[in-house]
């Protein structure tokens, strides 16, 4: 994310309720057939969305909890793309109770525009200070922190906007210590020699010992898991991501070392 205009646009709001600390006892995540979207990579169990399905089903459970109280689940989405999270999301059977919200630096080519609750466009790194605080039972940052020059405003703005006993998601890409350190001072000048600068808009490295810290230091924020995913994927192995099997090996891969993955999922429960 860097920094734009604000701007906001807000529908009505539903009730909602806080998430249940026992839904992390998780059965078995089933892969499902991702996307159409993207002929670029037709692959049916496509290793760089998993960890949209799995975040998907969970979400989904807690919103059957939350029907089960007589509520909707209010989710926010922090730097949604194109929209992913939606796009698993919609074929879940517990998508009717999810209260939906989402920003980012704009909402072109955004996935079903109209199922969004609320849409605010703006920067994380300036506070969304149009966000309601304590807002959402469910907030989820993938894959945007590492976009980011400084990430205390940024990280106390996803802890501010979460309800007490609400659950925080985060994503970033991870490498084994000590290449986080060369991934973060090093490549990004190679990539400027190379004339590459894709490569160099990650701002930000971390291994998942380091990024543990960084969470650990903001108060009333309890790390309650850290899962991994793609350990082995791309290139002459793409092949098999056509295939549910290798898709299970590797959930089960990042479940037992997450560590070892390149990218990392935290969920965060926000004291109540």
Known sequence: MSRGRTKFIVFRRMKATPVDSTLFTRRTYSPRHAFDIDPKRP???RLRLARYM???QDISDWAGE????GR??????VGCGWGPLLCQ??????FDNIQISACDLTDAKLYKRDLYHEFFIGDLAAGFPEIVSE???????EQVLEHLDSLDRAIATLVRVTRPGGILVIGVPIFFPPLHLARKHLVPRLAGILRHPETASHLQAFSLFSFLRLLRAYPGLGVVKARGFRIVS???????ENYRWWWRFNRRLGELMPAACIE?????RKAG
């Open 72 to 77: 909707a689940l209010s989710v926010l989405d």
């Open 66 to 69: 939350a029907a089960l109280a």
């Open 89 to 94: 999301l919609e074929g879940e059977p517990h």
């Open 43 to 45: 692959q049916r169990y």
């Open 234 to 240: 791309g290139g002459l192995l793409r092949r098999l």
């Open 54 to 56: 799995v975040l998907a």
């Open 264 to 268: 990392v999922q935290i969920i965060a």
């Open 135 to 141: 807002g959402y039972d469910v907030v989820v940052c």
